[in-house]
C-alpha cells in the first residue's frame, strides 16, 4: 500500500525525474499542448497548478520561484499570458483527454492541454502581434567598399 507515499517515481532517480518534469511543464507552457503518457500526465497536473497560482500572483519572490523550475522563456509566457487569462480560476488549469493506446508497448497516451486553451491562444496571438510591427522590413545591411589593388 501507499499510504502517505507522495509522488511518482516514474522509473526514475530522483534528478532524472526533475529533469522530465521540467521539460514537460516547459513544453506544456510554451506549446499549450504535450502527447504523453497518462502516468507523466498526471505527475505533472498538480506540479502545473501550483506554478500557475505562482504565476497569478507575479512577485518578484514568486518570479524567482518559477525561474529555478522552469526555463525563462517558460516563465514569461505563464506571467504575461496564461495568468492573467486564468485569474478567475482557482484550480484545474489542465485537463488530460484520453487518446488510446501506443502501438509500442501498449502505454496509454493522453493529451494535456489548457482547459481555456483557444482564450489563451488567442491572446499569445494578439500579444506576438503588438510586438511585430506590420509590414516594416528589417534594414538591409552596409557593406564596406573594399578598395581595388
Not at 504565476?55 to 509566457?77: C, D
Amino acid at each position: 500500500m501507499r499510504h502517505r507515499v507522495f509522488g511518482r517515481k516514474l522509473g526514475r532517480t530522483k534528478d532524472e525525474r526533475r529533469l522530465l518534469f521540467r521539460n514537460l511543464v516547459g513544453e506544456f507552457i510554451v506549446h499549450g499542448r504535450i502527447k504523453t503518457t497518462l502516468a507523466r500526465a498526471k505527475a505533472i497536473k498538480p506540479l502545473i497548478d501550483k506554478l500557475v497560482t505562482k504565476a497569478k500572483k507575479a512577485t518578484n519572490v514568486q518570479r524567482r520561484a518559477l525561474v529555478k523550475v522552469l526555463p525563462k522563456e517558460a516563465v514569461v509566457i505563464l506571467t504575461e499570458t496564461i495568468a492573467p487569462q486564468l485569474k478567475n480560476r482557482t484550480s484545474g488549469f489542465a485537463r488530460i483527454i484520453h487518446l488510446g493506446e501506443r502501438l509500442g508497448d501498449s502505454a496509454a497516451m493522453v493529451l494535456l492541454e489548457w482547459v481555456e486553451r483557444e482564450a489563451i491562444e488567442n491572446r499569445k496571438l494578439s500579444i506576438e502581434k503588438k510586438d511585430k510591427p506590420v509590414g516594416v522590413k528589417p534594414a538591409a545591411k552596409k557593406r564596406k567598399a573594399v578598395p581595388k589593388a
